[in-house]
């Protein structure tokens, strides 16, 4: 199989997925979408759940984990982790310098954060529900004028 050549904002950087389900296949789908030279590392026997779509882009090896070679000089390692709950992990990560964005229900959602400060959510006759997203290819406002007033 020939090298995956790409250009994007990523070109250059180095990411060693490991095999595994919906999230950690899609997320190194986009990065290798946006240039990022993506290794997927599949247990012996290969990927006991294949699908070509999430595997655009990305160099598949079989490799067996338990010899540290593989990942030596990675600059992502991106591995699915369930070993703590949401709130162990953003407890653990709080002072660490990473992005972190914990995934929130919808009744938590209004009152996090970094999800109150940009006005994501917006309060129309009593009810707190998602702001509409900003369309600058129109000029009329898409929210409510009542709806304005009262994130204000």
């Not at 990473?98 to 938590?108: I, T």
């Not at 970094?114 to 959510?121: E, K, L």
Request: overall charge negative.
């Amino acid at each position: 199989m020939a090298a995956v050549v790409a250009a994007g904002p990523l070109a250059g950087i180095e990411v060693v997925e490991f095999g595994g389900i919906c999230p950690l296949p899609f997320c190194g789908m986009l990065l290798a979408d946006l240039g990022a030279d993506i290794v997927r590392i599949e247990p012996p026997g290969g990927d006991p759940w294949p699908n070509p779509v999430t595997a655009r882009g990305k160099i598949c090896v079989s490799l067996d984990l338990k010899t540290r070679e593989a990942v030596a000089d990675c600059d992502i390692l991106a591995k699915l982790f369930r070993t703590r709950t949401r709130d162990g992990w953003c407890s653990l990560l709080a002072e660490a310098d990473a992005c972190v964005a914990p995934v929130l229900e919808l009744h938590e959602a209004p009152e996090h954060g970094q999800m109150r400060a940009p006005r994501v959510h917006i309060e129309v006759d009593g009810i707190t529900q998602p702001a509409p997203a900003p369309r600058f290819s129109v000029d009329t406002l898409a929210v409510p004028r009542t709806a304005i007033s009262s994130a204000l």
